[in-house]
């Protein structure tokens, strides 16, 4: 409602129970969780989400974030891609195809013990399916994630490179949204100059907020806010009727410096 804060970004509209967020709470606010438990610690686990919106501005003639993954995906030993995505299915989700999985490149990408069935495919399949996980709505997470070789039962070599397409309402990723913002930086950091600006078309109508996997937008006084838990996915711009949320990639280096960092912690070739 105009001139009232909307405090509604909770464990409701990431479909999570009561017991489920007090659950997460404590497990992210013991003592001392990011520096002995592996899936918090940035050696361990480094995830980007990747900003695929066809309204992002950006300078002349540089390259969409997609053309990252098609350069992973052209440089991978080897690619796997999972029949359907776990979080989808076990949520029995009703607003993204279930049937778009995981893609996973690299040695250890061959080596899930989980009865979950994936097939190898070649450079041509995995660019296709990332792009119908895009064209469907989904925003690509990629990097290195401890969590998922437990996920998948793969032991961990470092030679395994995560590309999830994750959805707002059903991803494991909804989960840390009860983290605090020194526990979540290392492991999922903000993109280098990747800006979200909300600007003054707003009528605050709260579909960014009903949108936002992590909670990290209220509305106050009739205007939507981000807080200082965004990872600047872009799923709010996307679904913005007033398209009055911009993302802007300033950096012309921006896919070459993410490219450098993650091979920088990940051997997927």
Not at 202 to 223: L, N, Q
Request: proline letters at 5%.
């Amino acid at each position: 409602m105009a001139g009232k804060r909307n405090m509604k970004k909770s464990s409701e509209i990431r479909g999570l129970s009561s017991g489920a967020s007090l659950i997460a709470k404590a497990f992210f606010h013991l003592p001392l969780m990011d520096r002995w438990h592996p899936w918090l610690r940035p050696e361990k686990s480094d995830m980007r989400w990747l900003p695929i919106n066809e309204d992002i501005r950006m300078q002349e003639n540089m390259p969409m974030p997609v053309e990252l993954l098609d350069r992973f995906i052209s440089e991978a030993s080897h690619r796997v891609i999972f029949d359907d995505c776990g979080c989808r299915r076990a949520f029995r989700c009703e607003n993204y195809p279930v049937e778009i999985g995981c893609l996973l490149m690299g040695d250890s990408a061959l080596e899930s013990k989980r009865k979950w069935p994936f097939r190898e495919v070649g450079v041509e399949e995995a660019r296709a399916h990332v792009r119908r996980a895009v064209e469907a709505g989904l925003v690509p997470v990629v990097g290195k994630a401890r969590v998922d070789n437990f996920i998948f039962g793969i032991k961990d070599r470092s030679r395994m490179l995560t590309v999830c397409f994750c959805c707002e309402c059903c991803c494991v990723t909804r989960f840390t949204a009860f983290a605090p913002v020194k526990h979540l930086d290392p492991v999922q950091p903000w993109l280098e100059s990747v800006s979200v600006t909300f600007t003054d078309r707003c009528k605050g109508c709260g579909k960014c907020v009903e949108h936002c996997y992590i909670g990290a937008i209220e509305i106050v006084e009739g205007k939507a806010v981000k807080g200082e838990l965004c990872r600047a996915c872009g799923r709010c711009a996307t679904v913005c009727p007033q398209k009055s949320i911009e993302i802007e990639i300033s950096d012309p280096e921006f896919i070459e410096k993410t490219y450098e960092r993650i091979r920088s912690y990940v051997k997927y070739d």
